[in-house]
């Protein structure tokens, strides 16, 4: 059997020191935090639980399998998220697409044939996609051809289309529709990822209801059982190679044997700051690295609030609320607007509201987040701790402020409060400005040529992916497929 060293105990890692020490492979996994999780871990403050990134998952069909061969299923309390939207001009609770469909169209009479055609055009994309994913009959097999290249024409008529640019299609730039779907999910977008988006977001969305932090300890806990080794505090500073292959991982001054390296960690850290020997990659593959965009970075208040979950729920309706409140001058690609955080649309999520336990007898946990502009006021006051400070503030407050329209008064209910920024999610996770879901969603700042695609490979032999890096978009279902074509790669080829 095989020697993996894997960096990192996000879900990835986790998921694959969990297949591979099924399989008998001498697996130790090192993290730098202090807690296996990685953007997935949660944590505990004056009894309130928090998020302290991912609050939800997609694609159950990926991720509910996967955990039913590993035995665990049962052991996570797996619950939909479904979220309510609060706009200036109407309100729904997004139990279904059709639910916000409606709303729009009872909101914007005036909209109709414009609603018409965009809806047309997105529920074409959507059967697509709904027919590639579910089980196939015989007819189904047969006609699947034809399915396959129906979805081919209309994937790439929308691949390199921005949401922005698709959006107008459809609605008149600056009327409340347009501003609503073109910031539906990140920033410019892939238009090819609309239905997917809605069918995702809406109808198969899931959390867990103890946090997310729990699932990561089932994992961690069944790695160790399996005779995995978890080190925590454990931070790699160097991946050595011999003969074109990795060999070893340097942590804590220590020399770590490897035959197999995995990395569960960020991409562009993996080969610009780990890797020794930096003549194994090709030419040009450092500089295209180093100018790849990532994933937005997000701005998160954490609230203790001293009111119960009952009452909080009468404000909130649903554990997770969308209040979209964009200014026409909010502009996420103006890192300069020291306003921004005044201006932009919020996500309310409170984890007591689905497990009283997240939170002290009587009172909730409340998060606040947005989406903020890339290394905004000069990256956050370019290393002066006392600018830092001032800037995270004056965004906490502002969202705080915006959030009283959902929920009243809850400044004067506000009982502990903290805020995170991406150099915040830098610091803990290590991803690069923060990265929220690997590489930019942006078509026209693809890292990779096909966006869609799962790869675990890298240009160094024996070192992997298994990562939400190993996909333009990431998520923790790709990390779940990274972490099983991984484990296939080293099961393929052990070294005994």
């Keep these: 059997m095989s020697k993996v060293a894997i960096i990192g105990a996000g879900m990835g890692g986790l998921m694959a020191g969990n297949l591979l020490a099924k399989k008998g492979h001498e697996v130790t996994i090192f993290e730098a935090h202090t807690a296996p999780g990685g953007y997935t871990a949660g944590f505990r403050q004056q009894g309130y639980y ?15 399998p996967a955990m039913k061969e590993l035995g665990l299923l049962d052991k996570v309390p797996f619950v939909r998220q479904h979220s309510r939207l609060v706009t200036r001009d109407f309100e729904c609770n997004m139990y279904k697409v059709e639910d916000l469909k409606a ?51 209309m994937f790439r008529k929308y691949e390199k289309m921005t949401i922005t640019e698709f959006t107008a299609r459809y609605f008149d730039r600056g009327t409340p529709l347009y501003q609503l779907l073109k910031d539906f999910g990140y920033p410019d977008m892939s238009a090819s990822i609309v239905p997917a ?9 899931w959390t867990v209801k103890t946090g997310m932090q729990s699932w990561a300890d089932v994992l961690a806990e069944n790695f160790k059982q399996l005779g995995g080794e978890l ?10 190679t011999r003969n074109g292959a990795v060999a070893s991982v340097i942590c804590g001054n220590r020399e770590h044997p490897a035959d197999y390296v995995l990395s569960a960690c960020d991409y562009k850290k993996t080969f610009l700051n780990m890797l020794g020997d930096k003549m194994l990659l090709p030419q040009g593959f450092t500089e295209k690295l180093r100018a790849a965009a990532v994933s937005e970075g997000f701005v998160t208040v954490y609230l203790g609030l001293n009111i119960c979950s009952a009452k909080l729920q009468e404000y909130m309706k649903l554990p997770h609320v969308t209040y979209f409140d964009h200014r026409p001058d909010c502009n996420i690609y103006n890192a300069a607007d020291e306003n921004f955080f005044e201006k932009t649309s919020l996500w309310l999520y409170s984890t007591s509201m689905l497990h009283e336990k997240n ?19 000069n990256n956050w006051g370019n290393g002066d701790r006392e600018v830092y400070r001032r800037l995270k503030d004056k965004a906490k407050r502002a969202m705080i402020r915006k959030a009283a329209v959902i929920i009243p008064g809850i400044e004067k209910h506000i009982e502990f409060e903290d805020a995170a920024t991406p150099l915040t999610y830098e610091r803990y996770t290590g991803n690069t400005d923060g ?25 160094v032999k024996n070192l992997l992916i298994t990562s939400c890096w190993a996909h333009e978009m990431g998520g923790i279902p790709t990390t779940f497929e990274a972490a099983e074509r991984c484990t296939s790669i080293v099961q393929r080829n052990p070294k005994f």
């Design 50 to 64: 928090f998020e302290s990134g991912t609050l939800s998952f997609e694609s159950s069909h990926v991720v509910f």
């Design 103 to 153: 709303a729009m169209y009872a909101a914007y009479p005036s909209e109709r044939e414009n609603l018409d055609r965009y809806w047309t055009d997105v529920e074409k994309m959507r059967m697509l996609y709904g027919a590639l994913a579910k089980p196939r009959n015989f007819v189904d097999k047969i006609s699947f051809p034809l399915t396959m290249l129906s979805f081919m024409r």
């Design 197 to 205: 988006a809605f069918m995702a977001f809406i109808e198969d969305y």
């Design 231 to 240: 080190r925590l505090n454990a931070r790699v500073e160097k991946i050595l």
């Design 359 to 377: 939170a002290p007898d009587g009172k909730s946990s409340l998060m606040i987040q947005t989406p903020a502009p890339y290394r905004w006021m």
């Design 435 to 459: 990265a929220t879901s690997a590489w930019s969603w942006n078509p026209n700042k693809w890292y990779y040529s096909d966006a869609y695609k799962v790869r675990v490979k890298t240009p």
